[in-house]
């Protein structure tokens, strides 16, 4: 079965577990302070071009987002997230269990857009009861968006301008921020996001990783008060720190976590024109490695005989949305079968 159900369904690059075994004999320091960890942060410091960064490695993206979340806002905040946000519908109300809301503003192919947060926030201004609901305390953002669609340097400058303006933070989740990086449609670099928000993180786990996901935050001067608790508190530091440390180090040796990424890229293109040539009509116009496709309920049912795929949502009564996924992973040959499957 070719399977293009997601981005994480392989194991981890070859150079990633190559550097596992080849540093598992070396006993090291734990939770955090392993000579691994350390080297990759000063990698990324570098390829963020900022030393005043503060860096910390998790295990996975739900994690990741409960933790920042948490740390950032006050008791009684909530977080800001178009209603397509993965922290809004993926995450199994992993942040409402923290005690924050999740406020939805509309989602227009994945992204919010800065007048509809404008909007929300002329109407919080102007309610008298605003005082009884949840006070608002950060955007949240995800790019790649769950669409695959990208923000622009400007649409992301304009939103974390609002953000400060207001002393709201800007987070941006970056599950598969190599595949956005390295999108044609994507105007600014890695380096961008630590002028243009307050915490992002670098996606381990959908990029080359076996798991583990790098937060940055920007200004390490405002990192959340006793992050390190905070994340114990989670259950989210991990004893031996050097899993993610090792791996990161890895990914962020010779730009192999950039260059991967381009694989997928690469690859959704081609993916892309097999999808057009074989008739369907697409959802939306994704520039990144998620493309989803409108497809008849029957060829549903043929094709997944042989294909592996997500089915996103229904349609209509007679059709659904599906998703295909390249990676870091995907390969010329599984490219070459979907071909022969949807061509023949």
């Not at 150079?15 to 540093?23: A, C, E, F, K």
């Not at 990324?44 to 740390?71: E, M, R």
């Not at 400060?164 to 970056?174: C, H, N, Q």
Request: hydrophobic residues 35%; glycine residues 6%.
């Amino acid at each position: 079965m070719l399977n293009f159900e997601s981005d994480y369904n392989n194991g981890a690059h070859p150079l990633v577990l190559q550097h596992l075994i080849q540093t598992n004999d070396t006993q090291s320091l734990t939770y955090g302070f392993d000579i691994w960890s350390q080297q990759a942060k000063q990698k990324i410091k570098q390829v963020c071009q900022s030393d005043n960064l503060d860096i910390y490695f998790l295990c996975g993206g739900t994690q990741t987002n409960a933790t920042v979340i948490d740390a950032c806002l006050r008791n009684y905040q909530a977080v800001i997230s178009v209603d397509t946000g993965h922290i809004a519908v993926h995450e199994a109300g992993a942040i409402e269990a923290s005690g924050h809301k999740v406020i939805t503003l509309p989602s227009h192919d994945g992204k919010m857009d800065i007048e509809d947060l404008k909007e929300f926030f002329y109407a919080f201004d102007n309610d008298e009861s605003k005082d009884h609901t949840a006070q608002p305390g950060m955007v949240y953002l995800t790019f790649p968006t769950e669409l695959g669609t990208l923000y622009s340097k400007k649409e992301i400058e304009d939103i974390y301008s609002l953000c400060k303006s207001r002393k709201l933070t800007l987070f941006i989740d970056g599950a598969r921020l190599g595949y956005g990086l390295m999108s044609e449609n994507c105007d600014f670099d890695i380096a961008f996001l630590k002028d243009n928000c307050d915490v992002f993180y670098i996606g381990g786990t959908k990029t080359g990783a076996l798991c583990g996901e790098a937060v940055v935050f920007c200004d390490k001067n405002k990192t959340p008060e006793c992050f390190f608790s905070i994340i114990k508190r989670h259950g989210a530091l991990l004893a031996k720190s050097r899993l993610t440390g090792v791996q990161f180090d890895a990914l962020f040796t010779d730009n192999l976590y950039f260059n991967i990424a381009k694989n997928a890229i690469d690859k959704a293109k081609e993916l892309k024109s097999i999808l057009q040539q074989a008739g369907f009509e697409f959802y939306l116009n994704s520039p990144t490695n998620q493309q989803f496709v409108i497809i008849p309920n029957e060829k549903v049912k043929e094709l997944e005989k042989q294909v592996i795929f997500t089915h996103w949502f229904a349609y209509d009564k007679k059709s659904t949305v599906c998703r295909f996924v390249t990676s870091w992973a995907t390969t010329q040959k599984e490219i070459d079968e979907l071909r022969k499957i949807l061509l023949k």
